[in-house]
């Protein structure tokens, strides 16, 4: 039982101390530990200010500071003729 033990823990740590200068730990366990944390953080800064919301919060509400996903801004969406008509209008005012 023992040795059972003992060589299942040598086998899940050895790559621990076989190799001096630590690269197995940059290459393997420290790269991902990098990765999962770069992409927590950006799901944590870049979504739905909204509790329990993860989608992606791009549209800011008007007055305050928070940033919001499409389904949860107050405001609805524009239609193409209000598009239209905004990009005509601007076109106008430049000349």
Known sequence: MFATVFDALWHALRW???DPDGYNIVSGP????T???A???FVRRHNCHVKGCWRLGRHPVSGT???VCRKHHPDDSPTA???RAEHLA???QSL
């Open 16 to 18: 621990t101390w076989h």
């Open 30 to 33: 420290l790269a991902d530990i």
């Open 35 to 37: 990765l999962l944390g």
């Open 39 to 41: 992409a927590y953080v």
């Open 65 to 67: 500071t928070y940033i």
């Open 81 to 83: 003729e209000q598009v």
């Open 90 to 92: 601007a076109g106008r």
